[in-house]
């Protein structure tokens, strides 16, 4: 049905009437409109109001795009204008314009997206045709177009008018990509208009292998036991790295096997960038597991190395290597000298003679040990590292370990000391196979004529085992009212780091306000402790800080032993004992130069009184190396001591 509309009319007319006077009456008269108004559905011009019907829709002759006008028409500053007004004669030419004539995208991460729009205009007086647009054939896959595919053309542009393109980078090989963006159209001067485009991918790989030691221990003959090596790229930026060959030292010996196979050229490995303990770095190609299985055929030691082979490979290290260790002779056997160890009553302050426990080895073959105090031991009890330090311990041989008491706390103290071996016939129900325990006891009995305090100091470690990553240090310094100091030593070193005497001894230099002793246990000086006798000679603050010594998370253990020149296990055992100052300075900045991670660290000091169960336990943070901080002060007035924290 045709829809009517009507358009009101005035008109002006003079009526007489009788008995009154003449006057002027308007009358509205309508006027039909023919045709349907914007937006109606409709099949002709002639049914719309405006005589435009364009896609089944009357419309006006504005639009925002070519696609609201007819085929015959171009969008041109808003108003829909047949294209013959544009028509291209031999004095008129289009003109093409691209912009930007050159795209950089720089340095992009694996994984990333660059884009960039590319802008085509049309600077003459007639219609531009862009027929195509699109790659070179040199260009490599690495750059894409969005909007360049063969049905979006050809494309007619007006003048002054444009159209854009996106141009996408993601890299997927290290190195510089190059290529060209080209535009084909009817532009008689520049037929064809190439865009160059240049794109890096950039970083340092770095292979991870984790552990560089694989020791699978005892094995009973014919038996099968797996673990795993991971290989991760943990280097900066976005470079790849390739693992093109993972073989057996030597093919020749049983024992070991591993899968899966890595080779070149058919079976090689390409890992993308990963942070260190990164737990989706097999989703996302950071990393890869080697499984390694040891079946030993025979009653014998079995020993070889896992070669992995990686491109770009460090200049100094063309592979890296896994050792790996294992043996299926008789086990260790277990055998400690002594399983309780009692003290008796002790006065506070006194000097405590250590005890000494034997670690023998009955087996056939070599036992590992690792000797730790259990956290919830008392703090007045503690243990020195293994001698020799050079473990395992031979089969028919024996190691020692000194267990020292220093009654700084009344009343009865208890702790356990924990021998943890390759012994698979010894069984722990709390601690598991391979384990004993050592149960110690010692009581404090009050001293009148002495004051004593003690100062403990924890820190965040991530890793305080002899094998860990993690070399962050903090000292622990106690000040006395006359500014006397009493801290870690400062060691004379060879060029190894390896201890070889004492260069000054600050506690000892301490001349009034009682007599302080430090000690540290453990592998990580950890916790690091401070007791001072007859504390109570004189009034006045007595000041602890602490001072960030290293503050590098993350060197692996073997990376260390082989700047210093020396075996992973030679490391271990001098870190253990003692003999190596990881603070001196060659050591130190070796440290630092080699570090993968740098990061803070939380410290905790705890202050005991006199053996009083009441301590003051106090908490600061250590940002970087280098950084001294004050955590508490003790004072002691009229015989009275108040710690208060900083």
């Not at 979006?152 to 190059?178: C, H, L, Q, W």
């Not at 260790?325 to 009692?342: A, M, Q, R, Y």
């Amino acid at each position: 049905m045709r829809r009517l509309s009507f358009i009101a009319v005035a008109v002006g007319a003079l009526v007489a009437c009788n008995d009154t006077e003449g006057y002027v009456v308007e009358k509205e008269v309508t006027k039909e409109a023919e045709g349907a108004p914007v937006g109606s559905a409709c099949t002709l011009d002639s049914e719309c109001q405006t005589g435009r019907c364009v896609g089944g829709v009357c419309t006006t002759d504005n639009c925002e795009t070519d696609a609201d006008c007819r085929e015959d028409e171009a969008c041109v500053f808003g108003e829909c204008t047949p294209e013959t007004d544009f028509e291209c004669t031999a004095d008129i030419h289009p003109i093409i314009d691209v912009n930007p004539a050159e795209i950089d995208f720089g340095a992009v991460l694996v994984g990333d997206v660059a884009e960039q729009i590319v802008t085509v205009k049309n600077l003459g007086s007639c219609l531009l045709t862009i027929q195509a647009v699109g790659f070179s054939s040199t260009t490599p896959g690495d750059f894409t177009c969005e909007g360049c595919e063969p049905d979006d053309f050809p494309v007619r542009i007006p003048p002054n008018r444009s159209m854009d393109v996106t141009v996408k980078f993601s890299p997927t090989a290290p190195g510089e990509r190059t290529g060209q963006l080209q535009v084909r159209s009817d532009d008689e001067e520049y037929p064809t208009l190439s865009i160059p485009l240049i794109g890096r991918y950039e970083g340092q790989p770095r292979l991870l292998v984790e552990p560089q030691i694989l020791d699978f221990g005892y094995v009973a003959a014919a038996s099968t036991v797996q673990r795993t090596v991971r290989l991760s790229n943990v280097g900066s930026g976005n470079a790849v790295l390739t693992l093109t060959d993972v073989r057996l030292a030597s093919a020749a010996l049983p024992g070991f096997s591993f899968e899966p196979a890595i080779n070149f050229p058919a079976n090689t490995v390409v890992l993308t960038p990963t942070v260190e303990g990164a737990t989706d770095c097999i989703e996302t190609g950071g990393c890869i597991d080697i499984t390694v299985t040891f079946t030993p055929p025979a009653f014998q030691v079995y020993t070889n190395d896992l070669l992995v082979t990686y491109e770009p490979a460090a200049a100094d290290l063309p592979y890296a290597t896994v050792q790996l260790k294992g043996f299926s002779t008789t086990p260790p056997v277990l055998t400690l000298s002594e399983d309780f160890i009692d003290f008796g009553d002790q006065m506070l302050g006194t000097q405590v003679d250590y005890r000494v426990v034997s670690i023998t080895n009955n087996g056939q073959t070599p036992m590992e040990v690792q000797v730790t105090m259990s956290p919830l031991s008392s703090t007045d009890f503690s243990v020195d590292a293994p001698s020799p330090l050079l473990l395992p311990v031979a089969p028919g041989d024996y190691a020692t370990i000194k267990v020292h008491y220093d009654p700084t706390i009344l009343g009865e103290q208890v702790g356990e000391i924990r021998i943890a071996t390759n012994d698979p016939q010894t069984y722990n129900a709390a601690f598991g196979t391979g384990t004993k325990t050592i149960t110690v006891r010692g009581n404090g009995t009050p001293n009148v004529f002495n004051d004593i305090m003690k100062v403990e100091m924890t820190f965040e470690n991530g890793d305080s085992g002899f094998f860990g990553n993690d070399f962050r240090d903090v000292n622990l310094i106690l000040e006395s009212p006359g500014f006397d100091l009493c801290q870690e030593p400062d060691y004379i070193t060879d060029l190894n780091g390896q201890i070889t005497g004492i260069f000054q001894d600050y506690c000892a230099q301490w001349t009034t306000y009682g007599t302080p002793q430090w000690t540290a246990i453990g592998a990580a000086r950890e916790p690091e402790r401070i007791i001072l006798n007859n504390a109570g000679q004189a009034s006045g603050d007595y000041t602890v800080s602490v001072t960030y010594i290293e503050d590098c998370a993350s060197i692996p253990s073997g990376m260390l032993a082989g700047l210093l020149g020396i075996g992973t296990d030679a490391l271990v055992g001098y870190i253990s004992g003692g003999l190596i100052d990881l603070d001196s300075g060659a050591i130190s900045d070796m440290i630092a130069e080699n570090c993968w991670d740098h990061a803070g660290s939380d410290v905790t000091v705890t202050i005991f009184i006199n053996g009083s169960g009441n301590s003051v336990q106090c908490a600061s943070h250590l940002g970087n190396k280098g950084q001294t901080r004050p955590v508490a002060r003790v004072n002691r007035t009229n015989g009275q001591f108040t710690a208060t924290c900083l």
